[in-house]
């Protein structure tokens, strides 16, 4: 196994970053103390959390970030989402992993490419990762207005393939192509990228979602741990 790693779905719900009790679930399942499930106060913003191997471990959200690199096994590292697009990054030779969290804030602001060269700074190449993006809003329910438009394009100019028109003024986004494309960019092999495909909005019994619930929906969470014995 590359790194062991879960998307949940309901019933489960993780309802704010700071209850441990909510997140000992993820650590039994990902074999981790209670005290190893780290997160973030998630602020739609490119900033990086790097767990490296001889820093304390700390698992509190004590940082403002929108993704996770973890060089340690002895830790799971968290995002949660009901809509906002979670990936997952493994290295294939075991030395890292990533969890992230990408709405089109986070998308325009480039919390992709600051994860992967983040993960290049711990010593792992782009060539060498491989990605899940997991449920998450899909271009099927996912309409904007131009606002959100423009300021996604002043901030990346290449996103105008990610948007197409949905009427006046409006437009669907999909957001699984940007951050397919995003990973690509950073210089992840295409064939390494897995699509869940799953749209959270059109799944009620499997999903929350903030679009389709509101601002009370659940959470859900995306989680990663390194392995144990990496691949030589
Ligand atoms: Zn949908």
New binding site residues.
């Given amino acids: 196994m590359l790194a062991p790693h879960f998307f949940s779905s309901r019933p489960l719900s993780f309802p704010g970053p700071e209850r441990d009790d909510d997140y000992g679930v993820i650590a039994e399942a990902l074999d981790v103390p209670a005290r190893a499930v780290v997160r973030v106060r998630q602020v739609h913003g490119r900033t990086v959390r790097v767990l490296s191997n001889d820093a304390d471990l700390v698992p509190e959200p004590i940082q403002d970030a929108d993704a996770i690199v973890s060089a340690r096994d002895d830790c799971a590292v968290v995002v949660r989402i009901a809509d906002c697009v979670p990936i997952l990054v493994a290295d294939r030779r075991g030395r890292a992993v990533a969890a992230i969290h990408a709405g089109w804030r986070g998308m325009a602001a480039g919390v992709v490419h600051a994860a992967i060269e983040a993960l290049g700074d711990e010593g792992v190449a782009a060539g060498d990762l491989i990605a899940a993006i997991g449920p998450s809003?899909?271009p099927?329910?996912y309409q904007v207005d131009d606002r959100v438009r423009d300021l996604f394009l002043a901030a990346t100019p290449d996103a105008a393939a990610w948007f197409d028109e949905d009427g006046p003024g409006h437009w669907r986004l999909d957001l699984w192509r940007a951050a397919k494309d995003s990973l690509v960019d950073a210089g992840v092999s295409e064939s390494s990228v897995y699509l869940a495909g799953f749209?959270t909005?059109?799944h009620p019994d499997l999903f929350f979602s903030h679009r389709r619930d509101g601002a009370a929906a659940g959470r859900m969470v995306a989680a990663i741990r390194r392995p144990r014995r990496p691949s030589p």
């Fill in positions: 809003i899909g099927c329910c749209c909005a059109d």
